[in-house]
């Protein structure tokens, strides 16, 4: 029977034959993907609602952590800061040096300036300058200065007792470090 269709007709029924297999073909293929979709959607939709708890979390973590390195910061900052000022406390204070001077000056030592300066942890040597009334008041002055515990020596030049009276005098007092007193 397909020997009675004329050519022209036989080869426009072919190529309609092939059009509709592909077709087919075509609606199966799409069929089966949208099947493929459907079942992979709630998959889809768990798996990204996982990462972005998972995003979320890894944020907070992130804050955290950036939160603990300001803190560990602060906390080496403030302990610092704490030695510091326990350091300070132990550090001996330049008042009752000058309060124990002027407590040992009379009325015949005049003292007009005292210089302190600070050697490490403790005091450098005090220099002293002043007016005494005579020789015996400097040297009554001194001995008094070299009573005191704290007091390690005191230089006194010769040559402040060189006058008479109104004897102008320099006088060098070492301190004792804390650790011999």
Same mark, same amino acid.
């Given at each position: 029977?397909?020997?009675?269709?004329?050519?022209?007709?036989?080869?426009?029924?072919?190529?309609?034959?092939?059009?509709?297999?592909?077709?087919?073909?075509?609606?199966?293929?799409?069929?089966?993907?949208?099947?493929?979709?459907?079942?992979?959607?709630?998959?889809?939709?768990?798996? &990204?609602? !996982?990462?972005?708890?998972?995003?979320?979390?890894?944020?907070?973590?992130?804050?955290?952590?950036?939160?603990?390195?300001?803190?560990?910061? &602060?906390?080496?900052?403030?302990?610092?800061?704490?030695?510091?000022?326990?350091?300070?406390?132990?550090?001996?204070?330049?008042?009752?040096? $000058? &309060?124990?001077?002027?407590?040992?000056?009379?009325?015949?030592?005049?003292?007009?300036?005292?210089?302190?300066?600070?050697?490490?942890?403790?005091?450098?040597?005090?220099?002293?300058?002043?007016?005494?009334? &005579?020789? !015996?008041?400097?040297?009554?002055?001194?001995?008094?200065?070299?009573?005191?515990?704290?007091?390690?020596?005191?230089?006194?030049?010769?040559?402040?007792?060189?006058?008479?009276?109104?004897?102008?005098?320099?006088?060098?007092?070492? $301190?004792?470090?804390?650790?011999?007193?």
């Amino acid at each position: 029977m397909i020997n009675l269709i004329p050519p022209l007709a036989k080869k426009s029924l072919l190529i309609e034959y092939w059009v509709r297999v592909a077709t087919v073909w075509l609606m199966l293929i799409s069929v089966a993907l949208l099947c493929s979709a459907a079942i992979m959607w709630p998959a889809f939709v768990l798996i &990204d609602g !996982q990462v972005s708890v998972y995003e979320t979390s890894a944020a907070e973590a992130m804050e955290k952590t950036a939160d603990y390195k300001n803190v560990s910061k &602060d906390l080496v900052l403030s302990s610092q800061q704490a030695k510091i000022i326990v350091d300070e406390r132990n550090i001996d204070l330049f008042s009752e040096y $000058i &309060d124990l001077i002027e407590s040992l000056q009379t009325s015949s030592i005049s003292v007009s300036q005292i210089t302190l300066s600070r050697e490490g942890v403790g005091i450098a040597p005090i220099r002293i300058v002043g007016i005494a009334s &005579d020789r !015996q008041a400097l040297a009554s002055f001194r001995d008094r200065l070299l009573e005191q515990e704290i007091v390690k020596s005191v230089d006194l030049p010769i040559s402040s007792l060189a006058s008479d009276k109104d004897a102008h005098f320099s006088i060098t007092v070492v $301190i004792a470090k804390p650790e011999s007193v």
